[in-house]
């Protein structure tokens, strides 16, 4: 198994997104799975999600994401690496911890297919990323599940690229989710896009956050844009869109606002 790591791109301050993949060769020795798993350092939970998972390929997965992490925490820390995990708090967010308990850096993890994203930050806002691979069943299914009325119209607008723009809303509706991991459960169809004035903006209906902010930024991989302000990472190991989103506390009013277009853009 190849791990494939570009190189670091800063997203916002103190936040960078890394981006990673894994060839498509995956061998079934026993010795090479046992020697994934130890280069991972699972946690006793993640070796249970692990062992839970049926078929093959998503234990596959799963593992590479994690060796994805370990190789990610090499390069921010070096030798301190070592005496770091990746863990996940019980309802779901996942955190750094060291030896002397969970430290301040803010992490975020997701994958599709072979490609692996993970956002590390140093600021203590929390921070959420998705990558999305277009397919358009799984375009269909997520604008039945979890999407609005006004933003299936705003999608339908986008002419001969409604798959792109779904994909587009849905990583921005994920990666923002993964900023409100809380103890209490706040569905991802509680988030919804609103278009006001050419800007997008995540609102949610839950009452803890109805007035939060957020950062966003989308970016694409060997693909064209939806909206503009998107960055248009160079092509490598795959093909998806992205966002990465950061949660801002009520006392740093900026924010990154996104352009949205109200029908199909031309890009060269």
């Known amino acids: 198994m190849t791990l494939r790591l570009a190189e670091p791109v800063h997203v916002f301050p103190d936040c960078r997104l890394w981006l990673a993949s894994f060839n498509h060769e995956q061998s079934a020795s026993v010795s090479n799975m046992e020697a994934d798993l130890t280069q991972a350092k699972l946690t006793s939970r993640d070796l249970v999600r692990w062992q839970q998972f049926r078929p093959e390929a998503k234990k596959r997965q799963f593992l590479n ?25 019980p309802h779901g967010r996942p955190v750094l911890t060291s030896r002397e308990g969970t430290i301040g850096t803010q992490i975020s993890l997701s994958h599709s297919r072979n490609a692996i994203a993970v956002a590390i930050s140093n600021s203590k ?13 799984h375009s269909e299914a997520l604008r039945l599940i979890a999407f609005h009325p006004h933003e299936q119209s705003w999608c339908d607008n986008q002419t001969g690229r409604e798959s792109d723009a779904l994909a587009t809303l849905w990583t921005v509706k994920e990666s923002v989710w993964k900023t409100l991991h809380q103890e209490h459960s706040i569905p991802i169809a509680s988030i919804s896009i609103e278009f006001d004035g050419g800007i997008l903006s995540p609102r949610v209906s839950n009452p803890s956050f109805a007035d939060t902010v957020f950062r966003l930024q989308l970016f694409t991989v060997d693909c064209d844009p939806i ?4 960055l248009r990472l160079p092509p490598s190991f795959s093909t998806f869109r992205g966002c990465v989103a950061q949660r801002l506390s009520p006392e740093q009013p900026d924010r990154m606002s ?11």
């Open 125 to 137: 806002l929390p921070i959420g990323v998705d990558i999305e691979v277009v397919e358009k069943l």
């Open 258 to 268: 996104i352009p949205v277009s109200e029908g199909p853009m031309a890009w060269t």
């Open 227 to 230: 909206l503009p302000d998107t």
């Open 65 to 89: 994401s994690r060796l994805a992490v370990r190789a990610v925490l090499q390069q921010e820390f070096a030798e301190a690496a070592e005496e770091i995990q990746f863990d996940s708090e």
